[in-house]
């Protein structure tokens, strides 16, 4: 994109050139990619885009989309440069601090729902690695007409709090938040167990998509066998007096047996959900009564 090359660029213009630069640099769905950095740098929406398909862009413009075009032309991932992502058709702000929301947890949302809808009031929720806040937020988003829910959310990056109390205030819900290591942490666990936790095992890192190496490394992998957080919840819940009522986890492909395996001593029955792409993506179990 050189103004020596055209001296006046349109919408459409920069579509056609964006669809070719971004399929040549192998980035996936290149024409939405560029629609989209065009309607973050116009502000508008991608049908208003097409409203105005022969309206020139400022060089002041252009200049901000060479620089976003290069940025994602790089790997980086198109919600980093647009700082925000979508889950469960809600907005989230985002930065290289928090791990990208993906659509697959979206199966572990509709499974604590679910369980919620049969259950009494108070609930009280336990969101562990919260990251953008997104889970929690979106399961007290969608408790709000419940009898006073509590909803607690815990990481160990100061800077994903922020960014996850930043979305809590934006979506005015009240979500109670905790900076604490998983694996320093001596208070028992209580209530409902929600956790997204970082699954990738440290062989499987080194062989990950560009686009995933700008994510936090802390959320995506436990520099072991991908199991560490697994192992440690089961821990947590057997020394928390039976004042855990519920689990649920969301695992990567092909744990099944061996996170199941940990949670067997404490729950009475485990269940499976398999999310959109058939995959066995969430585990849940009620926690037995007497550990």
């Known amino acids: 994109m050189s103004a020596k090359e055209k001296s ?18 192998r ?14 740098v116009l502000k508008c929406t991608r049908l208003q885009l097409y409203l105005m398909h022969d309206r020139p862009l400022t060089e002041k413009e252009l200049s901000i ?22 889950f469960y058709g809600l907005e989230f702000d985002i930065s290289p601090a928090v791990l990208i929301p993906r659509p697959e947890t979206e199966t572990l949302i509709d499974t604590v729902l679910k369980y919620c809808a049969s259950m009494p009031d108070p609930l009280y929720i336990i969101d562990i690695g919260t990251g953008s806040g997104c889970i929690a937020i979106t399961l007290a988003q969608h408790l709000k007409h419940r009898t006073n829910p509590v909803i607690q959310a815990m990481d160990v990056s100061k800077e994903a709090l922020e960014i996850a109390k930043k979305n809590a205030q934006f979506h005015n819900v009240e979500i109670v938040f905790e900076h604490c290591d998983l694996f320093q942490r001596k208070d028992p666990l209580k209530g409902i167990i929600v956790s997204n936790p970082p699954y990738i095992s440290i062989g499987e890192y080194s062989q990950l998509e560009p686009e995933l190496m700008y994510e936090p490394k802390v959320a995506l992998t436990d520099n072991a066998d991908g199991l560490a957080f697994y192992k440690k919840i089961s821990d947590l819940i057997r ?9 649920f986890l969301e695992l990567g492909y092909g744990q099944m047996v061996d996170v199941e ?17 058939g995959i066995e993506r969430v585990l849940w179990g009620e926690v037995n009564a007497m550990l």
């Open 261 to 277: 395996n940990f949670f067997k001593p404490v729950s009475r029955s485990l269940n499976k959900v398999h999310d959109l792409s």
């Open 27 to 40: 980035v996936d769905s290149p024409r939405l990619t560029i629609e989209l950095l065009v309607t973050d």
């Open 65 to 86: 989309l060479r620089e976003t075009c290069t940025r994602r032309a790089k790997r980086e991932p198109l919600q980093y440069i647009l700082g925000k992502a979508h």
């Open 8 to 25: 006046i660029w349109t919408v459409v213009d920069i579509i056609r050139w964006g669809t070719e630069y971004f399929g040549a640099k």
């Open 239 to 247: 020394h928390s007096d039976s004042s855990v009522q519920a689990f």
